[in-house]
């Protein structure tokens, strides 16, 4: 059951994608005066037929429409006046797009599967948009735009909660291993970047060992040549690179290597500095909201963690928010926080201040591995809120999939798969209908 309390927590704006909200209202037009809630029981069919078949055509009608006004926006981009543009008029914190969004074509992948068009009581919903169970509206238009103007040249992946529940690891028996597998096959390079920060290749190891043997065993078994796999910890500090002749298959990366221009400010001084006002911004709040909480300080970070002592309370949603927003408020008006960028992110269990962000670890992943547009890359992560969300920042890098499961990023790879299959039978197609001389 859904309680006010929930209701209300959920309107808060730093818990909502104002793109999202705002499509969602746009289609509520439609459902509110087509929908047919009181027709009867015993004589359904005709009413909700015709319903499902208008509805699904202003639904169709308005993605159109968004998809025309995200084409605008993307024209405004490259004019680099996209403050200028419709689109951020009437939605002011919309992002930049570096693909297409092809709304309409993924709407009607989608309302072929899970019948939106034919509900008439529940509107069209923040996850119907996003995503839940499968691939919704926004990732299919991704995939689809993605599949489009490729080809996709990297796939960046966040671990907890995308790859792995969270606090597990990366195990032989996770499906998602054979769709990454896949990807590396045809060339496609991936790139796992995580706000875990060691500095020990066996960490990593310890967190991905499924999918890193798997590699290993393909590559000597000669069914996988000359996989690209990277890893990039603690945001976008550490870099591994998959070598199969190394102890835990993954090769230390010097940062001189992949650096971008812009980190070579981030002097060790500056560093420090920063995660010093923010250690003692969360010693704050352990004070002011009574937390069972351990300070956690790494070479690249600072953060809480749940006290070990047996009488320790469990932190609960609300303590979490407050600390993540406040500490990161603190640290966001300081003088420290001019002279690098930082991410302050809620990781469900646990706070964490990182140096840089996951849009910094983005570009450097697309810089190393020789100069991959944002255009060709997409990441997927589950943390795309403004506020306490480490994988909101990609946004800046990249074309982005928004999940909130390891069971849904196999649908959305699965779902990528599809496309780029009808995509090329598609393509051989019309190359057939040219050899004929059809129109």
């Known amino acids: 059951m859904t309680t006010r309390y929930r209701v209300e927590y959920a309107l808060k704006s730093h818990r909502r994608d104002q793109f999202i909200e705002w499509i969602k ?8 005066l087509h929908s047919q809630p009181t027709a009867k029981t015993n004589d359904l069919h005709e009413p909700v037929t015709k319903m499902a078949s208008i509805a699904h055509e202003r639904y169709a009608e308005i993605l159109r429409s968004v998809e025309d006004l995200v084409n605008d926006h993307i024209r405004h981009q490259s004019d680099s006046i996209n403050h200028r543009s419709k689109l951020k008029r009437l939605v002011p914190s919309v992002g930049m797009f570096f693909t297409p969004l ?29 995503l839940n169970d499968v691939p919704k509206i926004l990732n299919s238009a991704q995939t689809l735009s993605l599949v489009q103007n490729g080809p996709l040249e990297l796939v960046t992946f966040d671990g907890d909660l995308t790859l792995y529940d969270d606090g597990l690891s990366l195990t032989a028996e996770n499906p998602v291993i054979p769709r990454i597998i896949s990807l590396l096959t045809q060339g496609i390079k991936v790139g796992i970047v995580t706000a875990a920060g060691y500095t020990e ?3 990593y190891y310890g ?16 069914t996988l040549v000359n996989p690209t796999l990277i890893v990039l910890g603690g945001e976008s500090n550490f870099l591994f690179h998959f070598d199969p002749t190394v102890e835990h298959l993954l090769r230390y990366v010097e940062r001189s290597k992949w650096m971008l221009p812009e980190m070579e400010s981030w002097t060790e001084e500056n560093v420090q500095n920063l995660l010093d006002v923010a250690e003692e911004a969360l010693r704050e709040c352990i004070a002011t909201l009574d937390l069972s909480a351990e300070i956690l300080r790494k070479e690249r970070a600072v953060g809480i963690i749940p006290s070990s ?3 320790a309370k469990k932190f609960t949603r609300e303590q979490l928010e407050e600390t993540v927003l406040a500490t990161q408020e603190v640290v966001e ?3 420290a926080a001019k002279h690098l960028p930082f991410c302050a992110f809620n990781g469900g269990n646990d706070i964490f201040v990182d140096i840089g962000d996951k849009g910094w670890g983005v570009l450097a992943c697309q810089k190393y591995l020789g100069g991959i547009t944002g255009s060709k890359t997409l990441h997927v992560g589950d943390q795309f809120l403004s506020a306490g969300a480490n994988d909101f920042k990609a946004r800046l890098a990249c074309t982005t999939a928004w999940i909130a499961s390891p069971a849904e990023t196999v649908a959305l790879l699965d779902e990528l798969m599809e496309h780029g299959v009808a995509e090329e039978f598609e393509k051989m197609d019309e190359k057939l209908k040219a050899l004929r001389g059809s129109p």
């Open 25 to 32: 209202g746009l289609l509520a037009v439609p459902f509110v």
């Open 102 to 130: 092809a709304l309409e074509k993924a709407f009607a992948y989608q309302d072929g599967k899970r019948k939106i068009s034919s509900r008439r009581f529940v509107p069209p919903s923040f996850n119907d948009i996003r």
């Open 201 to 203: 290749a066996s960490k």
């Open 309 to 311: 002592s047996p009488t």
């Open 333 to 335: 008006l300081s003088p």
């Open 207 to 222: 967190r991905l060992f499924g999918l890193l043997d798997r590699m290993a065993t393909d590559v000597k078994a000669k």
